[in-house]
């Protein structure tokens, strides 16, 4: 084992819960972030400490900027920061524009696209060799809704995972002589949860034939393309987009 830190936001289910369990088998102190799922995230911990690994769980609602501090606060007591998985993020019910509430975007904004920002700016603020850190890797959870749009679904969340593109090519840019790489995930069709709570529980399935592979994603196939990014095979990669959507 080493002292080196994930900290994957929204890590009790779904994407993040895959992600955290690969992480851990590649040596990894996980610190898994969830909003209000304790249950779920102390079973994610459970997990990774039966095959010996190290794991906490910590609760942070992404919205809150006060929340994560705290976050990254018990991140440091566990280890070296060197990867930060943007995984965090809400959809809301099916719904037009000229249907949205402002509560509704702004919380939108303020969970997918402000608290991914904002806990980039934490993971920098520790990585980064110009503040005296060992370097690291950032990986954010767009969706190709951000090039798709979602027309009478949710435009307000593909707007908010194209702000998400547009923030890893920049930073990736920015942070690119100081030891840190950034990249963006885009899933497409996932088997996940994230569906039910837009509710459509059954949606990747019944547009599963929209994909060209005709099949829907799991959780593991997106988690394996996070830790390549976080991996040293991908050494050269910063202010990439990778797709992992069967084609769509």
């Known amino acids: 084992m ?10 009790s289910r779904g994407i993040g819960r ?3 369990l690969a992480a851990a088998a590649r ?18 911990v459970s997990a990774i400490e039966a095959k010996n690994g190290k794991a906490i769980a910590v609760k942070c609602d992404v919205g809150s900027e006060k929340d994560i501090l705290a976050l990254f606060k018990a991140a440091d007591a566990f280890g070296t920061l060197r990867a930060l998985v943007n995984n965090a993020g809400i959809v809301g019910t099916t719904s037009r524009v000229d249907e949205m509430s402002s509560e509704r975007i702004q919380r939108m904004m303020a969970v997918n696209v402000t608290g991914s920002i904002l806990c980039a700016r934490e993971a920098v603020k520790r990585m980064s060799t110009r503040h005296g850190g060992k370097g690291g890797v950032i990986v954010n959870l767009s969706s190709v809704a951000a090039k798709l749009g979602s027309p009478n679904t949710y435009v307000d969340y593909a707007a908010s995972k194209g702000a998400i593109d547009s923030f890893t090519v920049g930073l990736g840019h920015e942070v690119a002589g100081e030891g840190i790489r950034v990249a963006a ?3 497409g069709l996932i088997d996940t949860e994230i569906h039910a709570s ?3 529980p059954d949606r990747a399935h ?8 005709k099949r829907v994603g799991t959780a593991h196939e ?6 390549w990014l976080m991996s040293d095979d991908a050494s050269y990669v910063t202010s990439a987009i990778l797709d992992v959507s069967g084609g769509r």
């Open 2 to 11: 080493t002292d080196k830190v994930v900290i994957i936001t929204g890590g």
């Open 222 to 227: 997106i988690a394996n393309a996070i830790i």
């Open 18 to 20: 895959a992600t955290a």
């Open 198 to 200: 837009g509710g459509e």
């Open 206 to 213: 019944r547009l599963s034939h929209m994909v060209p592979m």
């Open 185 to 187: 995930i885009r899933p």
């Open 27 to 44: 040596g990894y102190r996980v610190c898994v972030g969830y909003a209000s799922n304790e249950a779920a995230a102390q079973s994610v």
